[in-house]
Every structure is written in C-alpha cells, then in structure tokens.
C-alpha cells in the first residue's frame, strides 16, 4: 500500500475560501501548475518564497508515493510592464536598455533563476514550458474564444469581452471581486484605447513597428496576452482537469481571474479542482518587489552583502527560516529573525547528528510512532511547516535527554526516529545539513582545528582580540566555535 493511501491531506483552496479534503483526480496520480517567473530580471528572495512554498509541496506529494507531474512555466513573452495592458514587455524593454536580444535576456535570467533555485535545493519541476514555445497553440485558443463570442478584435489586437462573458458567468470569483465594484473603481476609457471596456483584457495584441518581440496571426503581427500562456500550458500537460494550480497571492487577480475566464469561455470550466496561493515575502513590512526595488537578492544574502544584515546566511538557514512560517502567512524579513533561525536550524542539526551515537536500552521514553503521526498531522493539515518544524523540536529535546542519560529509547525507536528525521527534514522540508562533499568537510575540518588551536595560543597569551576576531569572523562565515570542558568544538550552520 503507498503512503499516500494512509493520510488525508487537507487543502486550503483559494477559491472556495476552505479547507477541502483533496483528492486527486487520477488515484496515485497529481497534475499542479505553478506560474513560474518572469525572466527579465534577478529572482529576488520573494519570488524564491512562492517557489520553495511549491517545491515543499511538491516534495511532499512525492514523499507519500504520489506521481507527480510539477509543471512551472518560464514567461518570456508578453508580461507587461506594471501589469498593465499598455506599455512595454518588461523582456523588450530589458532587450532595448542593455542592447541584447530579447533573447539573450531570456537565457540570462533564466539561467540565474535555475541556479539560484539549486542553491536553496528547490528540484526541478517535471516540464518547464516557455511561452514563446507555444505561440501555435494561444492563437488556437484565441481563435475557438472568438468563435464562442467572448472575444473582439479592435485594431489589429484581440480582447475578452469581461462584460459578455459575466452575462453567464462569474468573472471575480476566485478573488471576490464583483464587476460593478471593478467598474465603479476604473478610469474611463480615452481615445487611444481599442478596448470596449477597461475590465476588458488582451488576449492577442498587434506590435507596433518598433515592438521586436512579433509573430504572425489572423489578426496580424503581435503577441499573445500574458493570460493566456499558463491557460494554454496548463492544460496542453496537465489535461482539461487536473489537480492544483499555485502561485503568488498577487497573481490571484487579474492574472488567475482572467486564466479561469479564458478557459470556462473556451473549454465550458475551469481545469483546476484546487487553487493555491503562496503568501509575500515582505521586507521592512512592505511587499518585497523587482519594481520598487524593495528586495533583496540571494546572492546578496549569501554573502552578507546588504545593509539589512549583519552577516551572510546560508541557503539551509534561508530556507529553514521561510519553512518556519505557513506558507499562506505573510512573512518579514530581517536580520533578527534571520538570526534567529540560523540558532534554531543549528540546534536542529546537531541534535540530529547526535542520533546515530544514541545509547540504546530495552525501553523508551519518547513515543516514536505518535511523535511521527503528528508530524504527517502537522503536513496534512494544508502542508503546515510551522508546526511540524515545532514537532521537530519535541524530537530535539527527547535526543537531548537521552544523549544526558536522562531519558532512554530502544534500538527499533532510534531508528525509527532517524527514518522519519531524514523523512522530514531532508526529502521534505529540503533543508541540507552541510555545504560540500565528505572530503571538503574533512578539508574545512582541518582548517578550522587549525584557528582553533592558534585561538588557543592566542587565549593563552592574553590576546584577547586576537582570539575573539578568530571566533567572529569564523561565525560570519557560518562557523560557530563552542567552548567546552573537553575544549573548542565547532558546528556549520
Ligand atoms: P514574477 O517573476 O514577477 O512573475 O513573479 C514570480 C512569482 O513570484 C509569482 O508567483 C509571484 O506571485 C511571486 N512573488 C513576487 N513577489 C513576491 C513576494 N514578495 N513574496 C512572495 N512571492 C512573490
Ligand atoms: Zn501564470
């Protein structure tokens, strides 16, 4: 029997507003749809929030025996500058100001957002489709939309009609907007404009003369609308139906909205049967962005280089401090609560080092299997890290108590218990224990028993800030020095 079959996951989905029971719609079987970048630019650490949320997920799924087919989209066409239908392509606009080919900028910043995500140990989605790999297939759709009467042309360029489409549908219902609302709350529209009305989106729109970023339809030379490419990729690899579509909170209108509108109008429903939304990433409490350059970038973080921190912090400790909060909570970053969690993962993993060296006796007084339940409870109540992460640290302490000889466990819960850390810490929460291979360890070993022992020296001939200077700087460096009876030990957060 798989895992999977033992628990019943609870899901909150964004459109019903509850938590349901999720099943799948093909037994063993899960189809999700992230919406993946925009490569234009750098991920900052928001977007890599969103991405680690889905890839704890995903993992998690895998973890139970599921099948997962995980597909994240690369958008490298059509997103506009400010989200608005106006304007530039925010990959045209990057091409024009660094001289590049559209192109170039696309390789480039894709390649960053891979490697960026391998640093934090995010895996790879099972199909990465691009939008300029599937302009056939959007004019297909635009086509059978206006076929079905719920588009328009107007100058060269393709619009839904949101006001036909209300008629006999529900156009706001998965961010709980209502027309009335969106027209009393919108410009009127001018002279330039070519649609009939503001609520109005573009599905195709016609590239002027200068626009490099062109191809060929019924309607002439343009592009597809940004809306439109994770409807059409959604679905050309997941099926008419399938499982989950996840994304940012900021994506749920008009990006998600319009996604149901397009499909209802061309398939008659909407494909997805669970929508997920990833909560933002804040910084100074304010939603970290690549446009009001509120953000900062990994690579940044990594190294300390940033005026918001005190010292660099490891991909591990990043990622354990985005996994201690739900991953539809807001969370702020700083350099306190970044501190904070590079104590508590640095717990964590020398309490779990110390399993394999526990004493064992004929009975035990940590209830593995419970303990273990709780921990899938904790997940399988809409994949909720906080609090499997506390149960971690029931582990933590119950390791701690027997390593003092206060507590006993038997031979079968010690290994039970190293099955289910490896579990969940490692395959599903994706945390690493150390950077490097054995031999690099036994090579940064070396070096620092090295320090430590000129730190001794130093100690002993009173020079003190000597000594001290050694402990810091190896601490900025993630290394922690631990004075003890026995003398310095060092752990690697
Ligand atoms: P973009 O490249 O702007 O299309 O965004 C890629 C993904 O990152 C989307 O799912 C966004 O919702 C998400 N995102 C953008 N800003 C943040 C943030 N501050 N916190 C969390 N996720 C974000
Ligand atoms: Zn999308």
């Avoid at 910084?283 to 005026?307: D, Q, R």
């Amino acid at each position: 029997m798989q895992a999977y079959q033992n628990q019943s996951i609870k899901i909150h989905n964004s459109l019903s507003g509850k938590k349901e029971v999720f099943e799948a719609l093909n037994e063993g079987h899960i189809g999700m749809y992230v919406c993946g970048p925009t490569v234009y630019s750098n991920v900052h650490l928001g977007n890599c929030r969103t991405f680690m949320s889905f890839d704890m997920i995903f993992r998690y799924f895998k973890h139970l025996g599921y099948k997962v087919r995980y597909v994240r989209n690369i958008t490298d066409a059509g997103h506009m500058v400010d989200d608005a239908e106006d304007g530039e392509d925010k990959i045209a606009k990057k091409a024009r100001l660094e001289q590049l080919e559209p192109m170039e900028v696309v390789q480039r910043y894709t390649l960053d957002f891979h490697n960026t995500l391998e640093k934090f140990n995010l895996l790879p989605p099972s199909i990465e489709p691009t939008a300029t790999g599937h302009i056939i297939e959007q004019i297909e759709i635009i086509k059978d939309i206006f076929e079905k009467g719920y588009a328009y042309e107007a100058n060269g360029s393709v619009y839904f009609d949101v006001a036909k489409f209300s008629k006999t549908h529900e156009y706001g219902k998965l961010s709980g907007r209502k027309l009335e609302d969106m027209i009393a709350n919108t410009r009127e529209l001018t002279a330039q404009d070519d649609k009939k009305s503001p609520q109005d989106f573009a599905l195709w729109k016609k590239a002027e003369t200068q626009h490099i970023m062109r191809w060929p339809s019924p309607w002439g030379d343009g592009f597809p609308g940004w809306h439109l490419e994770c409807t059409v990729m959604s679905t050309k690899y997941l099926g008419e139906t399938f499982d989950i579509h996840g994304g940012g909170m900021d994506l749920k209108f008009p990006h998600h909205e319009c996604e149901i509108a397009q499909a209802e109008a061309s398939y008659g429903q909407s494909p997805v049967r669970y929508w997920m939304h990833a909560n933002m990433l804040t910084m100074n409490g304010k939603k970290m962005a690549k446009s009001t350059g509120n953000n900062i970038l990994p690579g940044e973080i990594f190294t300390g280089e940033n005026e918001l921190l005190s010292k660099p912090f490891s991909p591990s400790v990043v990622r354990f401090f985005m996994m201690q909060a739900h991953y539809a909570s807001i969370l702020d970053l700083s350099d306190d609560a970044l501190l904070a969690s590079e104590k508590g993962f640095t717990k964590l993993m020398e309490a779990f080092d110390a399993i394999s060296g526990l004493k064992t006796d004929n009975k035990s007084d940590f209830d593995v299997k419970a303990w273990e339940q709780q921990c899938y409870d904790a997940m399988n109540d809409d994949f909720n890290t906080p609090i499997l992460i506390a149960h971690l640290f029931e582990a933590v302490r119950h390791i701690n108590l027997i390593k003092e000889g206060k507590e006993s466990i038997t031979a079968t819960d010690k290994e039970a218990l190293q099955h289910t850390v490896n579990n969940f810490v490692f395959d599903v929460l994706g945390l690493e224990q150390k950077a490097g291979n054995a031999a690099d360890i036994e090579k940064l070993s070396g070096a620092v028993e090295m320090l430590i022992q000129f730190r001794k020296e130093a100690r002993e001939n009173k020079d003190f800030a000597t000594s001290d200077k050694i402990r810091d700087q190896l601490a900025e460096l993630g290394i922690q020095l631990k004075d003890g009876k026995e003398g310095t030990t060092f752990s690697v957060s």
